[in-house]
């Protein structure tokens, strides 16, 4: 299985503090639209977050997103 | 390895025809901006698309671009 987690980039590292929070483990479908993402892991569960995607590392299985300003 | 391929979604198909070309094989890095959407392969081909993402399905290694308007 190919799914992913998903991590909140608190800080992008410019400024010497790079934090990485997990937001959903076992990630399947990533639904972006204007006001945010919608995660959907393979167990069903969904979570709506208020961010946009900053980058994917597929083979790390990692999705990165920040929340909007 | 869970790399994906990414499509060009070229309809959404709500007027009835809807279609995907294969833009990249084997994604790795996936790195948006403003302008567009920057595609690493494992093999450490790019690609430059200037859209956005409009899905990602992990588990069948699938990630939808739209280009932009």
Redesign the interface.
């Known amino acids: 299985?190919?799914?992913?987690n998903a991590y909140l980039i608190e800080n992008d590292g410019k400024s010497g503090k790079p934090g990485e929070t997990l937001l959903m483990e076992a990630?399947?479908?990533?639904?972006?639209d204007e006001e945010g993402i919608l995660l959907v892991s393979?167990f069903g569960e969904q979570k709506f977050i208020k961010g946009?995607?900053?980058?994917?590392?597929?083979?790390d299985?990692k999705?990165y997103i920040k929340l909007k300003p």
């Open positions: 299985m190919c799914e992913a990630v399947d479908k990533v639904e972006p393979i946009h995607i900053h980058s994917l590392s597929l083979v299985h999705i």
